[in-house]
């Protein structure tokens, strides 16, 4: 996620101090489907001031002892080039299936049944207090804001309700003893495979 594309898209609506950047993003739920560091923030605002493409609007005094002054910033005419240029690069990227288990998986067979199970019903809680949350904010208040917004949402829940199924599955497979059967593939099964997935290989790439 480009948090530069995220900074220059609000303040493509108006101007904003980093704080009020901060509180817009989880006002608008969208921290439920990027991962967010309030460090990572702020430097990409210094980032974006020292490149030019984004300036102080308006610099406001806060009353008490050591306390620094408050920079809003707006966006720059770069700034708005810029932001073009990373929403068509944002649309460039293949997408690819992602969840922290996936590095477990291939490993899990050595892991104990009884811990695996608790941490699996733990990930399966988490996602359906996601999927939950998400559908009561599209209930709320899906019908009136922007269309793109609206349809994140909806692919959040539509990824949310294949993660719960696939955790489901895992579930069952984990009470069941299967997850934790042992390597099957023969040597020979595996150099079959090997064979095989050339000739895709090179049949996908157009025989080059």
Same mark, same amino acid.
């Given at each position: 996620?480009?948090?530069?594309?995220?900074?220059?898209?609000?303040?493509?609506?108006?101007?904003?101090?980093?704080?009020?950047?901060?509180?817009?993003?989880?006002?608008?739920?969208?921290?439920?489907?990027?991962?967010?560091?309030? $460090? +990572? %923030?702020?430097?990409?605002?210094?980032? =974006?001031?020292?490149? #030019?493409? !984004?300036?102080?609007? @308006?610099?406001?005094?806060?009353?008490?002892?050591?306390?620094?002054?408050?920079?809003?910033?707006?966006?720059?005419?770069?700034?708005?080039?810029?932001?073009?240029?990373?929403?068509?690069?944002?649309?460039?990227?293949?997408?690819?299936?992602?969840?922290?288990?996936?590095?477990?998986?291939?490993?899990?067979?050595?892991?104990?049944?009884?811990?695996?199970?608790?941490?699996?019903?733990?990930?399966?809680?988490?996602?359906?207090?996601?999927?939950?949350?998400?559908?009561?904010?599209?209930?709320?208040? $899906? +019908? %009136?804001?922007?269309?793109?917004?609206? =349809?994140?949402?909806? #692919?959040? !829940?539509?990824?949310? @309700?294949?993660?719960?199924?696939?955790?489901?599955?895992?579930?069952?497979?984990?009470?069941?003893?299967?997850?934790?059967?042992?390597?099957?593939?023969?040597?020979?099964?595996?150099?079959?495979?090997?064979?095989?997935?050339?000739?895709?290989?090179?049949?996908?790439?157009?025989?080059?």
């Amino acid at each position: 996620m480009s948090m530069k594309l995220l900074i220059l898209g609000l303040l493509m609506e108006r101007e904003r101090h980093p704080y009020e950047i901060r509180q817009t993003i989880k006002l608008r739920n969208w921290n439920e489907c990027f991962k967010l560091r309030d $460090g +990572s %923030l702020y430097y990409a605002v210094d980032q =974006l001031r020292q490149d #030019g493409l !984004i300036e102080a609007a @308006e610099v406001v005094s806060v009353p008490g002892e050591n306390r620094p002054d408050k920079t809003i910033y707006r966006i720059t005419d770069s700034g708005r080039e810029a932001f073009l240029q990373l929403l068509q690069e944002q649309f460039k990227h293949t997408s690819y299936p992602q969840h922290p288990l996936f590095l477990a998986m291939p490993f899990v067979r050595h892991g104990s049944s009884d811990l695996i199970e608790a941490l699996v019903l733990k990930q399966l809680e988490d996602c359906e207090t996601r999927l939950a949350r998400m559908k009561f904010i599209m209930e709320l208040k $899906g +019908s %009136l804001i922007p269309r793109g917004s609206s =349809l994140m949402i909806e #692919g959040f !829940i539509r990824f949310g @309700e294949t993660e719960r199924a696939w955790l489901q599955q895992l579930l069952e497979e984990t009470r069941s003893g299967k997850l934790f059967e042992p390597h099957k593939m023969t040597t020979e099964q595996l150099e079959a495979y090997v064979i095989q997935l050339k000739e895709f290989e090179k049949s996908d790439s157009g025989g080059e």
